[in-house]
């Protein structure tokens, strides 16, 4: 009997051993794993490889200065240069103009949009021409002109229709006379009313900007941004050339060509959720941004000759 008694407490023993090895092993485990490096605070993915288009192709001589553009149909754009006062509609297959009209006298044009059949280019003094008629048939066009109380000192460069809101949003490049801030609008426009909303729908200021870069994975791209906005923070590093809303998402897409090419993504209300690079020797000088339907991105480039100057990536969902 001593001997089985004696047996009972070694077992004993040896499971309140095992116990507290299972109760410290435990502990230990998650004290490890507590050290281990959180996730990096991504605010949101960019859903677009920039560096692999799906496809290229060159625009011919007549939009070597292309400045807008936006989607006609699934086969065709709706394009403009910023000398001549003319409507392209290009071939999305191999860039070749299949027609174009006549609107306007020699001027800054620097946007296009559509709201049904009506057409909008926008000037860069702010000034907006709408035109009604097809361009593929010129002698059916008619012409209007909005004045939208913007100026030359706002530099407006993109326009583009949000269909979640039913309105034209307008990016300004500039500041407008006046504004000692590091910030950029984009003001809203209704198109029944022609009526510009003199708030701005939204405010791109250097703060926001800061509060992104300080959030998420640094790597070259993110360095060099922190540096221009340490640096030279009234450049901002954002200075919209195009505008347009992603038809899935709702999200706004505003591309900037100075010293940084770049993607700025805004959500609908207004957060930023990626900045991206562009590649310098991909695109020169990004110019027009629009959606094809599914969601694929295209964005022309003013650029050296003999380079592809319209090029299409696909929305990678997930």
Known sequence: MKNVRQLHAIMGLKNKLLFIFFIVSSIGCRIDSAKQP??????????????????????????????????????????????EGMIYVVSLHDGSILHSADFGSDADYEGIAMVGKDIYILRSDGEITVVEGSPEEENSLNLSSINTLLDSTHNTEGICYDPFSESLLIACKDKGEGNTEAVRHIYRMEPKSKDLNEVPAFTIDIESIKSYLDKVETNEDIRAFREIAEESPDELFIHPSDIAVHPK????????????????????????????????????????ICFTPNGDL?????????????????????
């Open 298 to 318: 295209l964005i022309s480039t003013e650029g050296k000759p003999k380079k592809d100057r319209l090029f299409l990536f696909h929305w990678n969902k997930e």
């Open 38 to 83: 959180k996730m990096p605070l991504m605010i949101s993915p960019f859903e677009y490889n920039l560096d692999r288009p799906f496809s290229a192709v060159k625009l011919p001589r007549e939009l070597k200065e292309i400045s807008g553009m936006t989607l006609y149909n699934p086969d065709k754009l709706l394009a403009i240069q910023d000398e």
């Open 249 to 288: 998402t709702g999200d706004i897409y505003i591309s900037s060509a100075k010293r940084i090419n770049c993607l700025l993504v805004i959500s609908k209300e207004g957060k930023i959720k990626s900045l991206v690079r562009i590649p310098r020797q991909l695109l020169e000088q990004p110019e027009g």
